[in-house]
């Protein structure tokens, strides 16, 4: 099993979804605590502890669980915001962007599931005239533990009420028995994040491997699921072409890309937090290698002609493999870039 222990908070002790979590982990030893955040995050553990001594804590989310999202985050002309069912990932992937935001790798459960489509309720109604899109996965993996959690039954009934209401489930997981118990719905989008499968390997540790991840797009596409699909953090090098090229003629073996809802495109970068947190836990990746650079603001990225170059190119193998050109967007990361049409990128950090 993933933890190393339990902690449930006393106000989640009667709810029948905690019990579950519970019943689903037997083996695990638990305690109960007063409050969540009187632990988590109040003595700084190491992000790698993780790897060996990994707690949940079972708890119920106080103030607001559904935020808007920065400006500019996703497809335009909509309202977008996002949901926070979750904190952090048993994935371990070597960018990943939770290594410089939480004091503690220890995933937190939020039951209060109700209180979350309550407030989706909210945000739905008062965005008249809008479509409205509900991201989750800003700080967890959409669909990792969504067989623990049962936070996609919880959702369901009111996007199926709600059609101008669009869920985004971002994932690395090919775990998909959750969604396989749901009707598809046409405002429900899984939106798979991949890259070459030799940058996975070496990269996203414990994610769904390149294969799985192909074969639950094609699953989820062949029982009626919306899917889409993120080419973010692209990292560079030197068959960066090639390998996407490659990574385009599998997908299209795998699925009818012209089916695909969107596909966003974004090229690594950090924060200064995030990057300082990399070097530290990751001294030899290869990630920071090459043409990466601290920029005067002190976040690091690529010069601007390669983002842009990296970014255009696999746009254009992606339409050439055919991905409709219109479902396609760019995650940049400054203004100039956003007047120039371009999007922003998801980065909770810069909330
Ligand atoms: S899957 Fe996402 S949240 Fe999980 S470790 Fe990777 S980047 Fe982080």
Request: proline content about 5%.
């Amino acid at each position: 099993m993933i933890f190393s222990e339990i902690l449930i908070e006393q106000d989640a002790l009667n709810s029948p979804r905690a019990a579950r979590i519970l019943d689903r982990l037997p083996n695990v030893p638990r305690r109960t605590i007063h409050r969540y955040d009187d632990v988590f995050g109040r003595v700084n553990r190491p992000y790698l502890h993780k790897r060996q001594d990994l707690r949940l804590f079972v708890a119920v989310k106080r103030g607001q669980t559904v935020k808007p999202a920065p400006l500019a985050y996703g497809l335009r002309g909509d309202k977008h915001f996002y949901f926070v069912q979750a904190f952090n990932c048993f994935y371990e992937c070597e960018y990943c962007y939770l290594q410089g935001y939480f004091r503690s790798p220890d995933l937190v459960f939020f039951v209060n599931h109700e209180d979350i489509v309550e407030e989706m309720a909210r945000a739905t109604a008062a965005s008249a005239g809008h479509g409205v899109w509900f991201h989750a996965g800003e700080f967890s993996d959409s669909l990792a533990l969504s067989h623990l959690t049962e936070e996609l039954a919880s959702f369901w009934p009111f996007f199926s009420r709600q059609p101008r209401a669009r869920l985004e489930l971002r994932t690395k997981s090919a775990n998909i028995r959750a969604l396989l118990d749901q009707q598809p719905l046409d405002n429900v989008f899984v939106s798979m994040s991949l890259a070459p499968r030799d940058k996975i390997l070496r990269y996203e540790h414990k994610t769904a491997r390149y294969e799985q991840r192909l074969q639950a797009l094609r699953e989820l596409q062949k029982r009626g699921f919306k899917i889409a699909l993120h080419f973010d953090p692209i990292i560079d090098a030197p068959a960066v072409e090639a390998e996407y090229g490659e990574l385009l003629a599998d997908l299209s073996r795998s699925v009818d890309l012209t089916k695909v809802s969107y596909l966003s495109l974004g090229v690594v970068r950090f924060t200064k937090q995030v990057y300082t947190q990399v070097k530290v836990n990751y001294p030899t990746s290869s990630i920071l290698d090459g043409s990466l650079k601290v920029s005067f603001d002190g976040k690091v990225r690529y010069a601007k002609p390669h983002r842009l170059w990296l970014l255009r190119t696999i746009q254009r193998l992606a339409v050439e493999a055919g991905v409709p050109a219109q479902a396609t967007y760019l995650c940049m990361e400054d203004s100039a870039a956003d007047d120039a049409g371009v999007t922003t990128p998801r980065m909770p950090s810069e909330d």
